[in-house]
């Protein structure tokens, strides 16, 4: 039985899925907690959101291939002016996540509706939204890019 598990650690995309999924493990057990206690349990959920117009930004682009440099980079950028700005005293926490939230995914598909990338645009929302890829289809540079993550979330 162990012999069959190490017969699995030969293939590549097994060990990328193997160490992505510790690392990001890792960072979101010590993340979690200080999120929730600070009222953003609701964060992930909306950088999400942000993410998605992110990606339908990138389509319209035609950065199809390229999308993890432009969706990468405005994500983070939104994490941190939510954060930022959720230290003000008129709109806190969960609240501001949410706006952010629901203007980055009326803004997605606002973008794939005026720019549809292919005639089944139906489909190509669904699958940005729900997810067509796996842990599994990961590239080396993909993880990498979660190790980098890692380590800024661990400093």
């Known amino acids: 039985m162990l012999a069959e598990l190490l017969r699995y650690l030969e293939y590549p995309f097994v060990r990328y899925a193997i160490v992505a999924a510790m690392l990001i493990s890792l960072c979101s057990a010590l993340v979690g907690v200080i ?3 600070k009222r953003y349990s609701y964060i992930g959920d909306g950088l999400s959101h942000v993410a998605f117009g992110a ?4 389509l319209v682009l035609g950065m199809i291939q390229q999308k993890m440099y ?4 405005i994500t983070t950028v939104a994490a941190i002016l939510i954060l930022k700005s959720g230290q003000n005293k008129r709109v806190q926490g969960d609240a ?5 939230s629901t ?20 489909g190509d929302v669904c699958s ?26 661990l400093i």
């Open 35 to 37: 999120l929730v206690l």
């Open 70 to 73: 432009l969706v990468f980079p």
């Open 103 to 122: 203007g980055a995914l009326a803004l997605g598909y606002l973008l794939m509706n005026l720019f549809p990338p292919t005639a089944n645009i139906s």
């Open 55 to 58: 990606m339908s930004i990138a």
């Open 96 to 100: 501001i996540v949410g706006m952010v």
């Open 128 to 153: 940005t939204l729900f997810g067509s890829t796996s842990i599994l289809t990961l590239s080396k540079a993909e993880v990498w890019l979660c190790v980098i993550a890692s380590i800024i979330v």
